[in-house]
């Protein structure tokens, strides 16, 4: 059972962009040991409270602790703690990535044993061959490799990844999935953010289901089935339901079944 202090601890976020408002009470705590999946549909806020934890962003209101610290005030502290991993990896294009390593171990005043395990990381990784390449020149899954490395060089007890599994193929999703479970049973945590059902369905010990800017609903894969009222439902079904879909959804299918004329045969 997850105990201790959370790593996360954030209460009545809110985020607003002009007249735009991506976060609007955004509720979030995760103890170590925790998987949190933050599952929610596009422009729910997921990337938005991501940043914010990490310090890349700064709330309109709200409290946040990440590993004890506010992100705001404290970033550095923050920033030692936490791996994060953006959506899209943003990387120095002309660097090679043993080049870009080597900096970002630098900055983070990381000393010789980093070495050993980036070389670790890339052996798993099998990107052993473009270590020498410029970045710029990678392919997106190898660049998204690049920052998960990146992010675990310091080996931060909070880990921070904005729909991680982009661009991966089986494998490596797997072995990403291998390395989260890992770094959890060394009471580490991490958060995720996906759209996708199944991946957080596979990975969490816990899911928020994130629409509008807050979490709708959140428990373990088994407390979110009760919630939908229907026995053997599955998480699709609690999604579509707290997101409220479920009218839209049948609304779309009638539409479609009415069309009728162009289905095959
Ligand atoms: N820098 C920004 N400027 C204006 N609006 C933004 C900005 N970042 C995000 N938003 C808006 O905030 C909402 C949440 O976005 P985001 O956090 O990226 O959602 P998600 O990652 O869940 O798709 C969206 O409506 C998005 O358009
Ligand atoms: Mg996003």
């Given at each position: 059972?997850?105990?201790?202090q959370?790593l996360?601890?954030?209460s009545d976020?809110?985020?607003?962009?002009?007249?735009?408002s991506?976060?609007?009470g955004?509720?979030?705590?995760v103890?170590p040991g925790?998987v949190?999946?933050l599952?929610?549909p596009?422009?729910?806020?997921?990337?938005t409270?991501?940043r914010i934890?990490?310090?890349l962003?700064?709330?309109?209101s709200?409290?946040v602790?990440?590993?004890?610290?506010?992100p705001v005030?404290q970033?550095?502290e923050?920033k030692?703690r936490?791996?994060?991993v953006?959506?899209?990896?943003?990387l120095?294009e002309?660097?090679t990535p043993?080049e870009?390593?080597?900096?970002?171990?630098?900055?983070?005043?990381?000393?010789?044993?980093v070495?050993e395990?980036?070389?670790?990381?890339?052996?798993?990784f099998?990107?052993?061959a473009?270590?020498?390449i410029?970045?710029?020149?990678?392919?997106?899954g190898t660049k998204?490799k690049i920052?998960?490395?990146a992010?675990?060089?310091?080996?931060?007890?909070l880990?921070l990844?904005?729909?991680?599994?982009n661009?991966?193929d089986?494998?490596?999703?797997?072995?990403?999935k291998?390395?989260v479970?890992l770094?959890?049973?060394?009471?580490?945590?991490v958060?995720?953010s996906?759209h996708?059902?199944e991946?957080a369905e596979?990975?969490?010990t816990k899911i928020?289901?994130i629409d509008?800017?807050r979490?709708v609903?959140?428990?373990?894969m088994e407390?979110?089935?009760?919630?939908?009222g229907?026995?053997g439902?599955s998480l699709?079904?609690?999604?579509?339901?707290?997101?409220n879909e479920?009218?839209?959804i049948a609304?779309?299918?009638?539409k479609?079944?009415?069309?009728?004329t162009?289905g095959p045969?």
């Open positions: 059972m997850p105990s201790g959370p996360v601890d954030a976020i809110v985020k607003s962009y002009g007249t735009v991506a976060l609007s955004l509720e979030l705590k103890m925790e949190y999946g599952l929610g596009n422009g729910a806020g997921k990337t409270a991501l934890l990490s310090g962003e700064t709330p309109t709200g409290s602790r990440v590993v004890g610290y506010d005030s970033r550095i923050v030692r936490t791996g994060y953006a959506e899209s990896a943003v120095y002309s660097l043993r870009y390593f080597e900096f970002v171990a630098s900055t983070r005043e990381l000393d010789d044993r070495k395990r980036v070389s670790r990381l890339a052996s798993v099998e990107i052993g473009s270590l020498d410029p970045v710029g020149a990678l392919s997106l998204q920052s998960v490395i992010a675990l060089m310091h080996e931060p007890p880990l990844l904005d729909e991680p599994l661009g991966l089986a494998k490596s999703s797997r072995i990403l291998e390395l479970l770094h959890t049973e060394r009471r580490g945590a958060i995720f996906t996708v059902m991946v596979g990975m969490c928020g289901i509008g800017g979490i609903a959140e428990g373990t407390e979110l089935r009760d919630l939908s229907r026995k439902s699709e079904d609690v999604f579509l339901k707290v997101t479920e009218g839209f609304e779309a299918v009638a479609l079944r009415e069309g009728g162009n045969g």
